[in-house]
T-cell receptor, first 113, second 116 residues
Framework: ETGVTQSPTHLIKTRGQQVTLRCSSQSGHNTVSWYQQALGQGPQFIFQYYREEENGRGNFPPRFSGLQFPNYSSELNVNALELDDSALYLC????????????FGSGTRLTVV | AQSVTQLGSHVSVSEGALVLLRCNYSSSVPPYLFWYVQYPNQGLQLLLKYTTGATLVKGINGFEAEFKKSETSFHLTKPSAHMSDAAEYFCAVRAHGSSNTGKLIFGQGTTLQVKP
């Protein structure tokens, strides 16, 4: 059973640029959620994807968007990067309808300069 | 709506001493409760979870937690701390029977320091 893998592990971008982060879900999981963890804070829910559609969103602006692919992998896209977007971005996969079986990846550390 | 409060952003114990990390939650519906551990520069690892049934939950690495509905608490304990337990610990809540949005609400985290 493979776990959740995220790429890249680290990334440095300039303010105003766009970034794409990738996540491969755990085998058998069909749902992917994304979280933002600022330094010294707990993770905050960005959104979830199921059946290639967004089906839940936290308090994040539209410049945060995502995709889910037929193999259940997912991308998180952030446009017009701001300095405050610097954070650890975590992906979690689960099986839809099972409300407690989340597996997290190791995250992507994004630094915006 | 759900929320989580972790009492104490930093906890320091001696090796071999009892570990107690406090978590209180707010939820208008029966909750699912979780404890995760995060080592430096890593993602979240599930320690244990409460869904239904027995209120004392045992997890990995000797940790356990007790769901106390009357106190809206889910404190994490370990009888004897080990140096390798030093990490950041997060309590999280999710509502039963919600719209399956996968939204976990996390506390701010507690940093556990273990002194030799």
């Amino acid at each position: 059973e493979t776990g959740v893998t995220q790429s890249p592990t680290h990334l440095i971008k300039t303010r105003g640029q766009q970034v794409t982060l990738r996540c491969s879900s755990q085998s058998g999981h069909n749902t992917v959620s994304w979280y933002q963890q600022a330094l010294g804070q707990g993770p905050q829910f960005i959104f979830q994807y199921y059946r290639e559609e967004e089906n839940g969103r936290g308090n994040f602006p539209p410049r945060f968007s995502g995709l889910q692919f037929p193999n259940y992998s997912s991308e998180l896209n952030v446009n017009a990067l701001e300095l405050d977007d610097s954070a650890l971005y975590l992906c979690a996969s689960s099986l839809y309808g099972v409300d407690y079986g989340y597996t997290f990846g190791s995250g992507t550390r994004l630094t915006v300069v | 709506a759900q929320s989580v409060t972790q009492l104490g952003s930093h906890v320091s114990v001696s090796e071999g001493a009892l570990v107690l990390l406090r978590c209180n939650y707010s939820s208008s519906v029966p909750p699912y409760l979780f404890w995760y551990v995060q080592y430096p520069n890593q993602g979240l690892q599930l320690l244990l979870k409460y869904t239904t049934g027995a209120t004392l939950v045992k997890g990995i690495n000797g940790f356990e937690a007790e769901f106390k509905k009357s106190e809206t608490s889910f404190h994490l304990t370990k009888p004897s701390a080990h140096m390798s337990d030093a990490a950041e610990y997060f309590c999280a809540v999710r509502a039963h029977g919600s719209s399956n949005t996968g939204k976990l609400i996390f506390g701010q985290g507690t940093t556990l320091q273990v002194k030799p």
